[in-house]
C-alpha cells in the first residue's frame, strides 16, 4: 500500500528532511515530503531492507578503537544515537541498511544494539535491564504480590478486553464464548457470572466478561489487580481513536502487557498497517517492526486470527510466567457482586492464590461470610476452586464491591473482629486522605531529589490547543525536570482521568474543559490537584513558575 513521505518519517520518528536525505542516499526518487512512495520506490526500500548491508560502514566513521558507551536500560535508538554522539537519523538509517525499519523513539533491544555497535564500531554496556524492568513493573503494580509458596504452579492468564466503543469488544468476549468455551461437560449451559473460562489447545483462558477500562481502573483504584494481558482492540477500518488511547495508558499505567488485536480486518476498507503505525506513536511498536509488543489481525465477525490471538496471549501469559501456589491461604477479588431476591447476596470471585472451599469463612473489606456454594461459568456446583478460578459465591451477610479484595479466616468471630478493624482503619484514612503532588509541591520535591518528573493528564477542549499546550509545555523542560504526559485528551475531566492521574501520581490541567460532578468527587477524594485554565499564557506561566520554585502556594 502506499505511504506517503512524511508519513514515514512520522512512523520512524524522524524529521522529514531527514528521511528525505537517508531515501536519497539510498537512491529512491522523492520530490517533497508529501510525495507518495510509489511500488517502484517501495521496491527499491524493500530490497534495501531485505539485504543486510551492516558490512560497509559510513564513511563518516573513522576506525579507532572501540568506544565503550553505558545504556540504561529502555533507551530508544536516539537515546543510544545521543549517547553516541551521532544523529538519531543515521542510527535509523545504518539500521535501515541493515534490514530493519524501525523507528527512532523504539526501545533499542540487544539485537538493536549489536547493529549498532557494529557501524559504529562501539562496544555498548547495558546495566542489567531484566532486573531492572522486573523492579518498574514490581513499582508499578505493587498491588500485584510476587507470588509466594512452597508449591508454585502455572495458573490460567486473566484477560481484560479493552478498546475504543464499537471497535468489537463485545464482538470479540461473543465470539471466543461461543466457539471455544467446551460444552462437553453435564450441566453445560452458559452461566454468566462476570467471567469465562475458555479452553484452547488444552489450556484454560479467563476472560472478564466487562469489556473496557472502567471495570479494570475501578478495580484498580482500589488497589486490586486481576488482570493479568490485556487485549487492546482497535478496529482496521477506525484506527486508533481516544478511547484507544485512554486504555492503552491505563494498561501501561499498571504494568500489565498488552496485546493488540486489529480488528474488522474482514472489511475492504480496513487498514492494518495503519493501526500499527498510530500505535507505535504510542509507544507500541509491533514486533515485526523490531518492537516487542505483538499485534494480531483478526475479525470477530468470520473468526479469522482468533486463534493466533489465542495463542499469544497464552505465549505472553508464558514470557510472564504466570503461577500461584493452591497450597497457601485462600485469597482473591471479588469482580462483581449483586443481591439476589432468592439466594442473598450473590458474588463472583476470582481466586487468586491457595483453594477456596466450600464452608470456608470468607472475609472481604466490607463484607464477611461462610461459603454455602460455588457456581461455575458452566453452572457446575464446585466444591474447591484454585488459582485463577472465576466462581459465583453464595454466602455472604452483605454484597461487597467490585474490586474488594477477600481472604479466608479460621472463625466467624475471627472475621466479625478484622472488619470491624477494617472500617476502623477506613474512617481513619478518610480522615487524612493521601495527598498527592501538587504544582506547589513540585520544586521542593525536585530539590530533594525526590521527582525528576512532572506528570500530566491535560485535558482541553479542542485538539488545536492540545497540541499546541504540548508543545509549549515541552520546551519548558529542564536538565533537572523532564515533562511526562500520562494521558491527553479533548472533553470534560472525567473520573476516568482522576483514575489515572492517582495511579501515576500526576496533576490534571484542563484548558477551557471542566471536570464532571464524579470526577470532581473523586479527585477530592483521592487528593488529585486538578487546575483549570482559559488563558494559554496563564497555564504556561504557572508551570514555569512552579518548575522554578516561584509558584505561589495560594493558588
Ligand atoms: P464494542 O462497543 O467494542 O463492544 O463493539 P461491538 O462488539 O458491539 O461491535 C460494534 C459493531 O461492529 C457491531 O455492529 C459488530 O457487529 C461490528 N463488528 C465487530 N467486529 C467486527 C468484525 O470483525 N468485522 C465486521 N465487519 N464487523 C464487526
Not at 308 to 317: F, I, K
Request: include cysteine.
Amino acid at each position: 500500500s502506499k505511504i506517503r513521505v512524511y508519513e514515514l518519517a512520522k512512523m520512524l520518528g524522524l524529521s522529514n528532511k531527514d528521511l528525505m536525505q537517508i531515501l536519497e542516499d539510498l537512491g529512491v526518487d522523492v520530490k517533497t515530503h508529501m510525495s507518495s512512495i510509489d511500488a517502484e520506490t517501495a521496491q527499491i526500500i524493500e530490497e534495501s531492507l531485505g539485504e543486510p548491508k551492516t558490512k560497509d560502514k559510513p564513511s563518516d566513521v573513522k576506525e579507532k578503537g572501540k568506544k565503550v558507551v553505558n545504556v540504561p536500560p529502555g533507551s530508544s535508538v536516539s537515546d543510544v544515537a545521543n549517547l553516541l554522539g551521532i544523529k538519531p537519523a543515521d542510527a535509523v538509517k545504518a539500521l535501515l541498511e541493515a534490514g530493519k525499519m524501525i523507528p527512532a523513539g523504539a526501545t533499542a533491544n540487544r539485537e538493536i544494539l549489536d547493529i549498532l555497535s557494529e557501524v559504529f564500531n562501539a562496544e555498548f554496556v547495558v546495566a542489567d535491564s531484566a532486573q531492572e524492568e522486573q523492579e518498574k513493573d514490581k513499582a508499578k503494580s505493587q498491588q500485584r504480590k510476587k507470588p509466594e509458596g512452597k508449591n508454585l504452579q502455572p495458573r490460567a492468564p486473566i484477560v481484560t478486553v479493552m478498546g475504543h466503543v464499537d471497535h468489537g469488544k463485545t464482538s470479540l468476549l461473543d465470539y471466543v464464548r461461543k466457539t471455544k468455551v467446551t460444552e462437553r461437560e453435564a450441566g453445560g449451559i452458559t452461566q454468566h457470572i462476570g467471567a469465562s473460562t475458555l479452553e484452547y489447545n488444552g489450556r484454560k483462558i479467563v476472560f472478564l466478561d466487562t469489556p473496557g477500562h472502567e471495570a479494570f481502573t475501578s478495580m484498580r483504584a482500589r488497589g486490586a489487580q486481576v488482570t493479568d494481558i490485556v487485549i487492546l482492540v482497535v478496529a482496521a477500518d477506525d484506527g486508533v481513536m481516544p478511547q484507544t488511547v485512554e486504555a492503552l495508558n491505563h494498561a501501561k499505567a499498571s504494568g500489565v502487557p498488552i496485546v493488540v488485536a486489529v480488528n474488522k480486518i474482514d472489511k475492504p476498507e480496513a487498514r492494518p498497517d495503519r493501526v500499527r503505525q498510530q500505535l507505535s506513536e504510542h509507544g507500541l511498536i509491533p514486533e515485526e517492526w523490531g518492537g516487542d509488543t505483538i499485534f494480531v489481525d483478526i475479525s470477530a465477525k468470520t473468526g479469522v486470527g482468533i486463534d493466533q490471538l489465542l495463542e499469544m496471549v497464552l505465549l505472553v501469559a508464558d514470557m510472564h510466567e504466570l503461577k500461584a501456589d493452591p497450597t497457601v491461604d485462600p485469597r482473591g477479588v471479588i469482580i462483581e457482586a449483586k443481591l439476589d431476591r432468592g439466594k442473598g447476596p450473590v458474588a463472583t470471585v476470582i481466586v487468586q492464590e491457595g483453594t477456596l472451599r466450600v464452608g470456608n469463612i470468607v472475609v472481604s473489606e466490607s463484607s464477611w461470610g461462610k461459603v454455602r456454594a460455588m457456581i461455575d461459568d458452566r453452572g457446575r456446583n464446585l466444591k474447591e476452586a484454585g488459582p485463577s478460578t472465576a466462581v459465583e459465591i453464595l454466602g455472604f451477610n452483605d454484597v461487597p464491591s467490585p474490586g474488594e479484595t477477600f481472604k479466608v479466616v479460621g472463625s466467624e468471630k475471627e472475621a466479625r473482629t478484622l472488619i470491624d478493624k477494617i472500617k476502623q482503619e477506613e474512617k481513619l484514612a478518610a480522615s487524612k486522605t493521601e495527598r498527592h503532588m501538587t504544582l506547589e509541591e513540585l520544586y521542593g520535591k525536585m530539590a530533594e531529589g525526590e521527582t525528576p518528573t512532572l506528570r500530566l493528564v491535560l485535558k482541553c477542549d479542542v485538539q488545536g490547543s492540545l497540541e499546541a499546550l504540548k508543545g509549549s509545555l515541552k520546551k519548558l523542560e529542564t536538565d533537572e525536570v523532564e515533562i511526562q504526559f500520562i494521558h491527553e485528551g479533548v472533553g470534560r475531566i472525567s473520573e476516568s482521568d482522576v483514575m489515572l492521574a492517582s495511579a501515576s501520581d500526576a496533576i490534571i490541567i484542563g484548558f477551557n474543559v471542566r471536570p464532571d460532578s464524579k470526577a470532581k468527587k473523586l479527585a477530592e477524594a483521592e487528593g488529585i490537584q486538578i487546575r483549570l485554565y482559559d488563558v494559554i499564557y496563564d497555564l504556561i506561566d504557572d508551570v514555569k513558575s512552579a518548575l522554578e520554585g516561584m509558584l505561589a502556594p495560594t493558588l
